[in-house]
């Protein structure tokens, strides 16, 4: 799948996140320490949008049920036996290839 430009670098400043659309796929961004994650926006629990969620420091917590996840890596922390979907950004104008990269 082709590269889809999400956003610019500098729409999100540290510790924010937004969600947004892409080519059909609802895609979760969020700038911690100058660096950009994505994951798709859906929380593993009941697939509500994590971008209404809570972002503290690298934890991100989903508003309906409080499950949380870390944001550097999507793992799991409550509970620990899920990891959200991510996918790979490139450059400076966040750019989101749409497979998703393996949990791990």
């Known amino acids: ?15 924010e996140m937004m969600g947004c659309q892409l080519g ?6 969020i700038k911690i320490d100058d660096r950009i994650f994505a994951y798709e926006d859906r929380c593993a629990h009941l697939g509500m949008p994590l971008s209404q969620g809570k972002l503290d420091e690298q934890t991100l917590t989903c508003f309906a049920h409080e499950w949380q996840y870390d944001v550097c890596s999507g793992k799991g922390i409550n509970p620990q036996s899920v990891c959200l979907r991510q996918y790979a950004v490139h450059d400076g104008r966040i750019y989101i290839d749409l497979e998703a990269i393996p949990c791990g």
């Open 24 to 29: 059909g796929n609802k895609v979760l961004i």
């Open 1 to 15: 799948m082709p590269l889809m430009e999400a956003a610019q670098w500098d729409d999100l400043l540290n510790g």
